[in-house]
């Protein structure tokens, strides 16, 4: 049976927070509201959400205070987070990437394309009834046996994708949605390089639009994640990136 969507919506402007509840009630998702940031962590605890749009200009607790709080805590350590938000500057995108939100979109903006990019890192979480993206060949992205939920490990480096897990030597790794999709697509070819455009379509599907900028900081951030096995992930100079395998 298809997981319900509970989306909690940290808005502190009443007339956006209700159209984007309506928007999301024509989806079938329900939605919880904050007006506050510390209204937004009760309700990480008691109503259990399953994912986030979150505004940064917030009464009393910031939106960046919100998200680093969301990635400390065992409910909101891997739910997906879309930064919705004002404060378009690149430092601000790229600050927000950085603490562990999964997108970044910049106000005004359409609730469709809102919707649009929900849907995409549903998918790659199974919560959307669709299909996970395939990857950037054009083919399921479950290798040459063809199963997209079989646990990969390559070089200390393990990932699961039906618990949704990572490790490194042991050591347990907390991603965000997006950072775990990019991390899979590079591991299922080790030695492959994928383009910067490449990535993108493979982890979050086709006409997705990040920019290389956005997707070298989550690229940054795996790294330091990964410790001593973030050098792994290399970069071509002019190309993109892959995984090394050791030998």
């Known amino acids: 049976m298809e997981e319900a969507v509970k989306i909690l919506i940290v808005e502190d402007d009443p007339d956006i927070a209700e159209l984007l509840a309506v928007s999301f009630k024509r989806e079938g ?3 919880l509201v904050a007006g506050e940031g510390e209204e ?30 969301l990635r400390k805590s065992p409910q909101g350590r891997s739910m997906p987070v879309i930064i919705a938000s004002a404060l ?11 603490l562990g939100a999964d997108d970044y979109l910049a106000k005004p903006f359409s609730p469709q394309v809102l919707i649009a990019r929900i849907r995409a890192l549903l998918r790659r979480l199974g919560r959307a009834g669709g299909e996970i993206a395939a990857d950037a060949s054009g083919g399921a992205p479950g290798g040459a046996d063809g199963r997209a939920d079989a ?21 347990p790794v907390e ?13 299922r070819e080790p030695g492959r390089v994928f383009t910067r ?3 993108i379509a493979g982890a979050r599907g086709e006409d997705y639009p990040v920019t290389d900028r956005v997707l070298d900081v989550h690229i940054l951030s795996l790294r330091r ?15 993109g990136y892959r995984f090394r395998e050791e030998r």
Do not use: Y
């Open 29 to 31: 998702w329900e939605s």
């Open 40 to 69: 937004a962590l009760r309700l990480l605890e008691s109503a259990a959400p399953s994912f986030c749009v979150l505004d940064l200009l917030l009464p009393g607790m910031g939106g960046l205070a919100v998200l680093r709080a």
């Open 88 to 98: 378009g500057e690149d430092e601000d995108v790229v600050k927000g990437l950085e």
């Open 151 to 171: 646990a990969l490990e390559v070089s200390g480096v393990r990932l699961d994708p039906r618990r949704h897990e990572v490790s490194e030597r042991g050591r």
């Open 175 to 187: 991603l965000s949605a997006t950072e775990f999709a990019v991390l899979e697509l590079l591991m």
């Open 197 to 199: 455009s490449q990535a």
């Open 225 to 239: 994640k990964l410790g001593d096995s973030g050098n792994l992930i290399e970069t071509v100079r002019g190309v």
